[in-house]
């Protein structure tokens, strides 16, 4: 499992279709899932993240997490996150778990981070063309894979 992590002032997403879900001030995560996650790896990352020391402190310093700053979350699925770029021009994402593999797991960690934070996440629609904003703060954007742990 891989989340891209985005320190945010702001974050929207949006569809063609008219859905639309807007935070302020916190973290903007792409999540890609993999064939080989479980709620194992989904249990390790959340925790990772709302404990993430990304946030300044009144001295400037990142030193404060999430849970410190009761920051907002905005969770998008991204199975690009696993493309394979070794061989060719065009990716692969044969490493990216099929819907019936990730939409459980993806509702598994917007669950687990909702209850880790206290408060319902921003989301976008799993398998939807979607277009997200962003202002990234810092800029500060961090990657973390579960198999690197």
């Known amino acids: 499992m891989r989340a891209l992590i985005q320190r945010v002032l702001k974050a929207k997403v949006s ?11 916190g973290l903007l995560i792409l999540l890609g899932i993999e064939n080989a996650d479980n709620k194992e790896d989904v249990d390790w990352l959340s925790n990772k993240i709302v404990n993430l020391r990304i946030f300044n402190d009144n ?7 999430l849970l410190e700053t009761k920051g907002n979350i905005m969770i ?5 996150l696993h493309a394979r770029t070794k061989k060719g021009h065009r990716p692969s994402y044969i490493d990216a778990a099929p819907p019936d593999i990730a939409i459980p797991l993806y509702q ?3 669950e687990k981070i909702e209850t ?28 973390i894979d579960t198999k690197n742990r």
């Open 76 to 80: 998008i699925s991204q199975f690009t």
């Open 59 to 65: 001295e400037g310093v990142m030193n404060n997490s």
């Open 15 to 25: 569809t063609s279709e008219g859905y639309c879900e807007k935070i302020n001030e």
């Open 116 to 143: 880790l934070i206290g408060k319902n996440v921003s989301q976008g629609v799993f398998g939807a063309y979607m277009q997200v904003e962003l202002v990234n703060d810092g800029p500060v954007t961090i990657m």
């Open 108 to 110: 598994y960690f917007i």
